[in-house]
């Protein structure tokens, strides 16, 4: 069971936002089928776990997958992952791949994206910082 969470009304822009920012994810706008149907899924997600209005909000059509989905629209909750451990999770790899991508985003920025991203993540401006060094030393070496 998903746990549901009021947003306060600090954070509420903040998730409208993600959410916005995952519907324009599609394979219209360069996404690949695997991507759209992950930013969907998310954002589904988080409509539930916030408790928001699905109706609010503009929702592309389903994207396809090459396996098809289960899940029968907006607001369905996305069944819990079984975590083991911390590791194998892709957190560095992604942070890494933000820092390219978006040269011009904080450390801050990049590890809420990771966190948002990633189940479970707990990623901090510190560690992206970390792995933002690891990147300039294996480029100077």
């Given at each position: 069971?998903?746990?549901?969470?009021?947003?306060?009304?600090?954070?509420?822009?903040?998730?409208?936002?993600?959410?916005?920012?995952?519907?324009?994810?599609?394979?219209?706008?360069?996404?690949?089928?695997?991507?759209?149907?992950?930013?969907?899924?998310?954002?589904?997600?988080?409509?539930?776990?916030?408790?928001?209005?699905?109706?609010?909000?503009?929702?592309?059509?389903?994207?396809?997958?090459?396996?098809?989905s289960?899940?029968?629209?907006?607001?369905?909750?996305?069944?819990?992952?079984?975590?083991?451990s911390?590791?194998?999770r892709?957190?560095?790899?992604?942070?890494?791949?933000?820092?390219?991508?978006?040269?011009?985003?904080?450390?801050?920025?990049?590890?809420?994206?990771?966190?948002?991203?990633?189940?479970?993540?707990?990623?901090?401006?510190?560690?992206?910082?970390?792995?933002?060094?690891?990147?300039?030393?294996?480029?100077?070496?």
């Amino acid at each position: 069971m998903t746990k549901t969470k009021k947003p306060s009304a600090r954070e509420l822009p903040l998730v409208k936002r993600r959410i916005i920012a995952l519907l324009e994810k599609t394979e219209a706008n360069g996404c690949t089928p695997g991507e759209a149907a992950a930013a969907f899924e998310k954002a589904e997600e988080l409509v539930a776990k916030y408790k928001l209005d699905p109706g609010a909000f503009r929702w592309p059509p389903r994207p396809s997958t090459p396996f098809g989905s289960a899940r029968s629209g907006p607001g369905v909750p996305k069944q819990p992952r079984a975590s083991a451990s911390g590791r194998g999770r892709g957190i560095g790899q992604l942070a890494e791949r933000l820092i390219v991508e978006h040269p011009d985003w904080t450390y801050r920025r990049i590890a809420e994206e990771v966190n948002a991203r990633i189940d479970g993540a707990r990623t901090s401006e510190k560690s992206v910082r970390w792995y933002a060094s690891q990147m300039r030393r294996r480029t100077s070496s």
